[in-house]
């Protein structure tokens, strides 16, 4: 029996691990792959405090080597399903059932892919899911970005304060973000939109160097030279394993405590519901969740 289990290991998981130990919480980190965090797929990060410029792939290891050396447990792992027994949580996994007083899920969320050749080869090579990671890298040159939502145009518009030239390329012939968003869009000169298109490959050798475009109308076929592509078709939360209250896309509803609608059970990270899916919100996150969770682990413990 552990105090508490923390589903997930990229920046809220340890973070609320590092917390959680130094709350003398006996505190075990469940993770399934080797390297964690979406983070750990960016080039460079130079938004995070304390690290002018860092590859995303360092930055996780430095929080894995802070988290061991503070005493955090790492069990290399794959949780199916979590099970709600009241005063205890059972988590089951491949390597079978471990039990907490408390839970923290911090399982992230993966971008949704457009599953066309060419997006994971050259993934950190001119292929992104996030303007404001990799953004400044594109400095006077040429971007698309892929979708229509509130989240393709708001990093249309960042793309459009850095790069020469932004293209928009959405499936249908109108956006689906808010009026407010696409009345900035419109009205930024250097941002232009390619309606009733689809991206159908990303080429390039070492770095992006053009996409194959389908009109979905005409059939018509094209390709276009481009610097970078930055998709934003969606975003899927890793959170099947756990039934708690969720959003009807399955991220975790949470209080500002981070509680879920199951005592005992938090949420951090991408995978809950929040406005901003960035490293320093995670962390935040993470810090708060173990608060938290160290307050219900107490509570419980003493009415016991």
């Given at each position: 029996?552990y105090d508490l289990i923390i589903i997930g290991g990229g920046p809220a998981g340890l973070t609320a691990a590092i917390y959680a130990?130094?709350?003398?919480?006996?505190?075990?980190?469940?993770?399934?792959?080797?390297?964690?965090?979406?983070?750990?797929?960016?080039?460079?990060?130079?938004?995070?405090?304390?690290?002018?410029?860092?590859?995303?792939?360092?930055?996780?290891?430095?929080?894995?080597?802070?988290?061991?050396?503070?005493?955090?447990?790492?069990?290399?792992?794959?949780?199916?399903?979590?099970?709600?027994?009241?005063?205890?949580?059972?988590?089951?996994?491949?390597?079978?059932?471990?039990?907490?007083?408390?839970?923290?899920?911090?399982?992230?969320?993966?971008?949704?892919?457009?599953?066309?050749?060419?997006?994971?080869?050259?993934?950190?090579?001119?292929?992104?899911?996030?303007?404001?990671?990799?953004?400044?890298?594109?400095?006077?040159?040429?971007?698309?970005?892929?979708?229509?939502?509130?989240?393709?145009?708001?990093?249309?518009?960042?793309?459009?304060?850095?790069?020469?030239?932004?293209?928009?390329?959405?499936?249908?012939?109108?956006?689906?973000?808010?009026?407010?968003?696409?009345?900035?869009?419109?009205?930024?000169?250097?941002?232009?939109?390619?309606?009733?298109?689809?991206?159908?490959?990303?080429?390039?050798?070492?770095?992006?160097?053009?996409?194959?475009?389908?009109?979905?109308?005409?059939?018509?076929?094209?390709?276009?030279?481009?610097?970078?592509?930055?998709?934003?078709?969606?975003?899927?939360?890793?959170?099947?394993m756990v039934d708690v209250d969720k959003t009807d896309v399955g991220f975790i509803r949470t209080d500002e405590r981070l509680k879920s609608s199951v005592d005992g059970i938090f949420a951090a990270g991408d995978c809950r519901?929040?406005?901003?899916?960035?490293?320093?919100?995670?962390?935040?996150?993470?810090?708060?969740?173990?608060?938290?969770?160290?307050?219900?682990?107490?509570?419980?413990?003493?009415?016991?």
């Amino acid at each position: 029996m552990y105090d508490l289990i923390i589903i997930g290991g990229g920046p809220a998981g340890l973070t609320a691990a590092i917390y959680a130990v130094r709350y003398g919480l006996d505190t075990v980190v469940l993770e399934k792959n080797v390297v964690s965090g979406q983070i750990a797929t960016a080039q460079r990060v130079e938004n995070y405090p304390g690290f002018p410029s860092i590859s995303g792939m360092e930055l996780m290891q430095n929080f894995k080597v802070h988290a061991e050396q503070a005493g955090v447990i790492i069990q290399n792992t794959n949780v199916s399903s979590v099970r709600d027994e009241g005063g205890k949580k059972v988590v089951i996994s491949d390597d079978g059932e471990l039990e907490g007083l408390a839970l923290i899920v911090a399982t992230g969320a993966n971008p949704k892919r457009l599953g066309v050749a060419g997006e994971s080869e050259l993934l950190t090579k001119g292929v992104s899911y996030c303007a404001t990671c990799d953004g400044p890298f594109f400095a006077g040159q040429e971007v698309i970005v892929v979708g229509g939502g509130d989240s393709a145009i708001t990093d249309a518009l960042i793309l459009a304060d850095i790069a020469d030239k932004v293209y928009v390329i959405h499936r249908r012939d109108e956006l689906r973000a808010c009026s407010l968003l696409q009345k900035r869009a419109f009205g930024k000169e250097n941002i232009s939109f390619i309606w009733d298109t689809a991206v159908q490959e990303i080429k390039g050798r070492d770095l992006v160097e053009k996409v194959v475009l389908k009109n979905l109308k005409t059939d018509d076929i094209t390709e276009m030279k481009i610097d970078g592509v930055f998709i934003y078709v969606g975003i899927d939360p890793n959170t099947s394993m756990v039934d708690v209250d969720k959003t009807d896309v399955g991220f975790i509803r949470t209080d500002e405590r981070l509680k879920s609608s199951v005592d005992g059970i938090f949420a951090a990270g991408d995978c809950r519901r929040t406005s901003v899916w960035q490293v320093v919100t995670a962390v935040s996150d993470g810090a708060v969740a173990a608060i938290s969770a160290h307050e219900y682990i107490t509570s419980l413990k003493s009415d016991n």
